[in-house]
């Protein structure tokens, strides 16, 4: 089998054949669902919650969950087979604990069997996709920041900052602030996820920022329970400074 690559992250696992200019085949959800033995999602007994989250923050948290995770990719999304399985090179953020990855290589080779692994830093492979190998990388995730200065293909860990922030924040944030304009209003998580990558946008200067309140009327999204949420420019809310000022 060819070599795969692999970069689960909290949101998203994105998968692929390493092949040079080709974009990852595979983009699935890293938030799993917990089930019965029959297949049945669980109805709140006797768990509480339904949703298993593999990776947290950047960081591998549930190893049950990761192993399902990885088997669903690596066999059904990317068409490896039992017996025949291949190579696989993995991006990891950086200060990635050396017991988590002790833990990840351990379960790679005993229960996928696979024939060769390779890690490799998320910052070294964002600079070698755009032909460098040096250079300061800001890697925001959806539960992490990383910044990583980058020397001849080595991460300067001295210099290096993690935080830990990201897009999850942000969509509690905005949650919380239209839930003042909106107090009648039950909205999931996951709803207002849905909400901020809907309608969210970002201006490059204050004259874009004016044509951009003056082109965005007061809007209704109806959610899927019938509820109705008025947004628009009238009840702007800016989340993302959330970012400059922590940086």
Not at 233 to 246: E, G, I, M, T, W
């Amino acid at each position: 089998m060819e070599a795969v690559v692999i970069d689960a992250g909290s949101k998203l696992l994105k998968g692929g054949p390493a092949i040079p200019d080709q974009a990852p085949s595979m983009i699935i959800p890293t938030q799993m669902t917990r089930t019965l033995d029959d297949g049945s999602v669980t109805d709140g007994s006797p768990f509480d919650d339904v949703t298993v989250d593999p990776v947290v923050r950047g960081i591998i948290r549930d190893w049950d969950a990761m192993e399902d995770l990885l088997h669903h990719a690596l066999y059904t999304g990317l068409g490896w087979e039992m017996g025949n399985e291949g190579q696989l090179l993995f991006t990891e953020p950086i200060f990635t604990p050396k017991d988590v990855r002790k833990q990840f290589v351990q379960l790679l080779f005993e229960t996928f069997n696979i024939s060769g692994f390779y890690a490799s830093e998320q910052a070294v492979l964002s600079l070698y996709a755009v032909g460098r190998i040096s250079g300061c990388t800001v890697d925001i995730g959806h539960g992490k920041i990383d910044v990583a200065p980058v020397i001849e293909g080595a991460v300067h860990h001295i210099a290096s900052r993690r935080f830990e922030l990201g897009g999850i924040d942000l969509t509690k944030f905005l949650a919380q602030e239209l839930g003042k304009s909106n107090p009648l209003v039950n909205i999931s998580i996951p709803e207002f996820e849905r909400i901020k990558e809907q309608y969210s946008c970002c201006a490059e200067d204050d004259l874009a920022y004016e044509k951009t309140q003056n082109s965005c009327p007061l809007e209704k999204h109806t959610l899927p329970d019938g509820q109705v949420l008025r947004k628009g420019f009238r009840k702007n809310v800016p989340c993302a400074p959330l970012l400059f000022d922590l940086l």
